[in-house]
């Protein structure tokens, strides 16, 4: 069984960075394919980003493409999320997920294991 706990979110004025962390327990975090969501209020959980298993893949939609990075970490297995050139659209609570395929997805029902979430806020 796969654990996930995520650290780093906070408060960041706009036009700074952030920087997410996600630490794996149980498993080896290069099994799977990776992800991180974000759920602002009122809305429906979105993906940011999302590194396949197998050939290191990515995909970011167009809202943050450029400004997020996607990070795994082997030796340590974790994964992080960079976060550069903060908007206040930004401001959500934050998941990271993991799923037992091979291939990059955004859809959240195709993965299996989803860390507790932290809280990002984007304002001056």
């Known amino acids: 069984q796969l654990q996930l706990v995520e650290s780093g979110g906070g408060l960041v004025q706009p036009g700074g960075s952030l920087r997410l962390s996600c630490a794996a327990s149980?498993?080896?975090?290069?099994?799977?394919?990776i992800a991180w969501f974000r759920q602002a209020p009122g809305k429906e959980r979105e993906g940011v980003s999302c590194?396949?298993?197998?050939?290191?893949?990515?995909y970011y939609p167009d809202s943050v493409k450029g400004r997020f990075t996607i990070l795994r970490d082997w030796a340590n297995n974790t994964m992080s999320l960079q976060m550069n050139s903060l908007k206040p659209e930004d401001t959500a609570v934050y998941y990271c997920?993991?799923?037992?395929?091979?291939?990059?997805?955004?859809?959240?029902?195709?993965?299996?294991?989803w860390g507790q979430g932290t809280q990002v806020t984007v304002s001056s």
């Open positions: 997920a993991a799923a037992i395929r091979m291939g990059c997805s955004m859809t959240v029902a195709e993965y299996d294991y």
């Open positions: 149980g498993r080896p975090l290069h099994y799977y394919a």
């Open positions: 590194l396949s298993s197998s050939h290191g893949s990515t």
